[in-house]
């Protein structure tokens, strides 16, 4: 059934489509003090194929480089969680852009 639903292997976007796509995400929320914010994360590349991969490098990097720098927690974690600042800091070398800003 799958190999009737997936892709087949080598039949992804054009290497032109996938330096052509782009993301942005923004999520707003409010603290429980009533101060609202918005976080704007955005990358160059197809978020489906290139923005992942190097989101996904990027991470490893963090976890085999950085880990004097990773936050000192254990279990199930968000990569946020898991990487935090180590994560962070190397999202401007990968032209991934994080945004945050108070809005009140």
């Not at 990027?58 to 720098?69: N, T, W």
């Not at 969680?81 to 962070?88: N, P, Q, W």
């Amino acid at each position: 059934l799958l190999d009737r639903v997936l892709p087949k292997p080598g039949t992804g976007p054009s290497d032109e489509v996938r330096e052509r796509g782009h993301y942005t995400v923004e999520t707003y929320t409010t603290t429980t003090t009533g101060a609202r914010y918005v976080a704007r994360m955005s990358q160059q590349g197809d978020p489906g194929y290139k923005a992942t991969a190097v989101l996904l490098g990027e991470s490893g990097l963090a976890l085999a480089l950085d880990r004097d720098k990773l936050p000192d927690l254990h279990g199930i974690l968000t990569p946020a969680a898991a990487m935090g600042d180590a994560l962070l800091a190397r999202f401007p070398a990968a032209d991934v852009r994080l945004d945050v800003s108070r809005l009140n």
